[in-house]
């Protein structure tokens, strides 16, 4: 049997299982993959589903749409939200409730795999999820980069000319340099907060093995902090491999924005079933 993961007590808090509750969006990455890869109709698993942040567009392809988790408090709020739906209680490494080969699309969203631990379990996870597809059947999922260390500077800038407004009127004479005042002091700051970050990320993960190997375990802040697995695409797209899948798509959860190896947070992956396996590679 799968073994208790360390984070199941974390995502069964009914905080933080509130807080996937309330989001509600796709990332730019999400609905380029989705839109490109999933077909109306298609018989969907959303592996890892948290608190439906996904479901409201996967449902409305998915026939019949599944949401599985293996946090029960994940799973209740989802019912709670979506009453006409369909969500069970499943550990990603043990699927063993579906049947084999009755899926068409797999989706574990937000980097649910890299939390399905340890090593063997995730092994094991790779292995059921093709076993639950159909031959040409996609898995579409995200994983944690290892040696994203800097961050980008960014800033909103529409906040930023409201702000500036109300510092002067528009149609006043003051409001261009307003503006630019405004402007200068939330990049400088911007630049701050990403210098933080990136040296912070640097002591981090420049020290750890991960980086270094191109895969490993390190502490996600997130929640109090998540025991988290990370992987750059080359150990991703080897597991991939040996489990029986072969790579259609990678691309960085920073899309549009240009990907960087240093840069990229995260990347989706989408892979089809493939009827060969290749003994993984990674070093």
């Not at 799968?2 to 509130?18: C, R």
């Not at 996967?58 to 019912?79: F, H, I, T």
């Not at 574990?108 to 063997?120: E, I, R, T």
Request: hydrophobic share 40%; proline share 5%; aromatic share 10%.
């Amino acid at each position: 049997m799968p073994q208790i993961d360390p984070n199941l007590h974390v995502y069964n808090s009914q905080e933080v299982a509130a807080h996937y509750g309330k989001l509600e969006y796709l990332s730019g990455a999400e609905q380029l993959l989705f839109e490109r890869y999933i077909r109306s109709g298609d018989a969907i698993l959303d592996l890892g589903v948290g608190g439906g942040r996904t479901t409201p567009y996967l449902s409305k392809l998915g026939s019949p749409y599944v949401g599985a988790d293996y946090a029960e408090a994940m799973v209740l709020s989802c019912r709670r939200k979506f009453p006409n739906l369909s969500f069970v209680v499943a550990d990603a490494a043990d699927l063993s409730r579906f049947g084999d080969h009755i899926f068409d699309v797999v989706v574990m969203a937000f980097n649910g795999l890299d939390y399905v631990l340890p090593d063997s379990s995730r092994l094991r996870a790779l292995r059921e999820v093709r076993r639950v597809l159909k031959a040409r059947g996609l898995f579409v999922f995200s994983s944690h980069n290892p040696r994203a260390i800097l961050q980008r500077p960014t800033w909103n800038a529409k906040r930023v000319e409201e702000f500036a407004r109300r510092i002067a009127p528009e149609q006043s004479g003051f409001f261009p340099l307003a503006k630019l005042l405004v402007i200068c002091a939330r990049v400088s700051v911007a630049l701050a907060q990403a210098f933080v970050v990136s040296t912070t990320r640097g002591i981090q993960r420049l020290t750890s093995r991960a980086f270094w190997s191109g895969q490993g375990q390190m502490i996600d802040s997130a929640h109090g902090g998540l025991l988290t697995h990370y992987a750059v695409p080359r150990c991703v797209t080897d597991e991939l491999r040996q489990s029986g899948f072969k790579l259609l798509e990678v691309l960085g959860d920073d899309h549009p924005r240009t990907s960087g190896p240093l840069l990229t947070n995260w990347y989706y992956y989408v892979s089809v079933t493939d009827s060969e396996g290749h003994p993984n590679s990674c070093e």
